[in-house]
């Protein structure tokens, strides 16, 4: 089987992963008791609330997909609701909920999508802070990459990242996580989009890829 290399922040079993991402938390100063839910879109956002002592897990939680919406119910989140994946499908969660209280969107400092703007036109009440900054990991430059590699990538950033170190060989076959990411290659012609915008989603899809030796 051909190997599988995931480009990522954090590592998934069964796979080499290289991180090729790495985070920088921010703590800004929020008051939590103004707002009455709380909007997730990433795993690395719940991180960054580990920096709080405020209780966050007890406002309403909006969460981009439901590996996110899983994550926040494990770190404690009662009320959880999950979006299909993609930022642009919070916003038709978030008008049933106009009008009843104000939004606290923890992000990262770079977003690859402007759902909030739509949000706001719409009349809900959206406040954003900063908690956390993706930078590209200059250590992952060491790297040697198999010419048949099947590479997943999770985010925009890290195919920017990658893409600053690598090349992309035409040998490679690519799986996106998601449209979004999908959206970001700028070189790469051919690029899988895997089915669910989840990890494992993508992981399952690159391994059928892997496996059949037709797509090399």
């Given at each position: 089987m051909r190997p599988i290399y995931l480009i990522s922040k954090t590592p998934y079993e069964g796979v080499i992963h290289i991180p090729i991402l790495t985070i920088s938390f921010l703590q800004?100063?929020?008051?939590?008791?103004t707002y009455q839910g709380i909007i997730l879109t990433s795993k690395?956002?719940?991180?960054?609330?580990?920096h709080y002592t405020f209780g966050w897990e007890k406002l309403q939680c909006i969460c981009v997909s439901e590996g996110t919406a899983e994550a926040a119910r494990k770190a404690g989140a009662l009320n959880v609701e999950a979006a299909d994946g993609y930022g642009r499908s919070i916003p038709a969660i978030l008008r049933t909920k106009a009008g009843k209280g104000k939004w606290l969107?923890?992000?990262p400092k770079v977003i690859a999508s402007d759902w909030v703007m739509e949000a706001r036109k719409e009349g809900v009440e959206i406040d954003?802070?900063?908690?956390?900054?993706?930078?590209c990991?200059?250590?992952a430059r060491e790297y040697t990459i198999d010419k048949d590699a099947v590479l997943v990538f999770t985010s925009p950033s890290s195919?920017?990242?990658?893409?600053?170190?690598?090349?992309?060989l035409s040998s490679y076959s690519i799986v996106a996580?998601?449209?979004?990411?999908?959206a970001a290659f700028k070189t790469a012609k051919e690029v899988h989009v895997s089915p669910?915008?989840?990890?494992?989603?993508?992981?399952?899809?690159?391994?059928?890829?892997?496996?059949?030796?037709?797509?090399?």
């Open positions: 800004p100063r929020i008051d939590f008791d690395q956002a719940l991180l960054a609330l580990d969107y923890v992000r954003e802070a900063v908690v956390y900054e993706t930078t990991n200059e250590a195919i920017d990242c990658f893409c600053a170190s690598y090349p992309i996580i998601g449209k979004t990411t999908r669910l915008t989840s990890v494992e989603s993508a992981i399952e899809l690159a391994r059928k890829i892997a496996q059949d030796a037709s797509a090399f």
